[in-house]
């Protein structure tokens, strides 16, 4: 059973970058269909970026052109490159392994001045 721990959250001011790491063990990443996911106290889950095994990318349009999914299958890791970071912005992000429908135990975006 593949496992998912994020890491990279943090407090940032807004306009600024973050990038949010999804390290697997127990499965090989490059074989899944990978997502991340985000969540405000109160609201569901809602994806902001997904990358295919075949890393075709889709992104929500309230990040597209600011956040980036990328994934290193040597280091069985995926990546959420955040940038022009706005207090909107702020949520748990989790990343999901959706063919295993596998999740992670969520990092803490707070975007803050």
């Known amino acids: 059973q593949v496992r998912l721990v994020e890491s990279g959250g943090g407090l940032v001011q807004p306009g600024g970058s973050l990038r949010l790491s999804c390290a697997a063990s127990?499965?090989?990443?490059?074989?899944?269909?990978m997502g991340w996911y985000h969540q405000t106290q109160g609201k569901e889950r809602e994806v902001v970026a997904i990358?295919?095994?075949?890393?075709?990318?889709f992104y929500d349009d309230s990040v597209k052109g600011r956040f980036t999914i990328s994934r290193d299958n040597a280091k069985n890791t995926v990546y959420l490159e955040m940038n022009s970071l706005k207090p909107e912005d702020t949520a748990v992000y989790y990343c999901?392994?959706?063919?295993?429908?596998?999740w992670g135990q969520g990092t803490q975006v707070t975007v803050s001045s």
């Open positions: 999901r392994a959706l063919g295993a429908d596998v």
């Open positions: 127990g499965g090989i990443l490059s074989s899944y269909q």
């Open positions: 990358i295919t095994s075949g890393d075709d990318t």
